[in-house]
């Protein structure tokens, strides 16, 4: 069963962020007692601290209905796009840490409530296919906004 879909923030079309843009964005627009999304958001924060702590670099798109009206979204959907021979040059705890980070993605939801994906910088195909699935309702048709955030 599908979620009820809400209107997103933004209606469509890219949205280049700060981290320090996150609550005025996802929280600021709400109740000021909205205390689920504040704590979705220090889940999130959390997340990008132990992302940061690899030193890559990466373009971050946010989805889900944390980017939309819906009152209690239930996390944060993201995709991270890097290029794969950062990836390779991980070793050791850093890359233990990348591998729990984006492949234990049932952990890391439970953990940070965050829906984490992640795609190669340089795939026009891959690309492509996160643009139409972030930036879609879910009819696949009707265009919403993309929020984006660059490490």
Known sequence: MREKEFPPLIP??????????????????????????????????????????????????????????????????????????????????????YERLFQSRKFIKNLYHVEVHYAERNNPQEIAEWAKTFGTWYDNVTPKGIFRLYY
């Open 12 to 97: 469509n079309g890219f949205k280049d962020i700060k981290e320090t843009d996150l609550h005025k964005e996802f929280v600021a627009p709400f109740n000021q007692g909205e205390d689920h999304r504040t704590n979705l958001l220090i889940d999130f924060n959390r997340f990008l601290n132990e992302f940061k702590a690899l030193g890559l670099t990466a373009e971050v798109w946010i989805d889900g209905s944390f980017t939309t009206f819906a009152p209690d979204p239930s996390d944060i959907d993201v995709v991270f796009y890097f290029a794969i021979n950062d990836i390779d040059t991980l070793s050791g705890e850093k890359r233990i840490k």
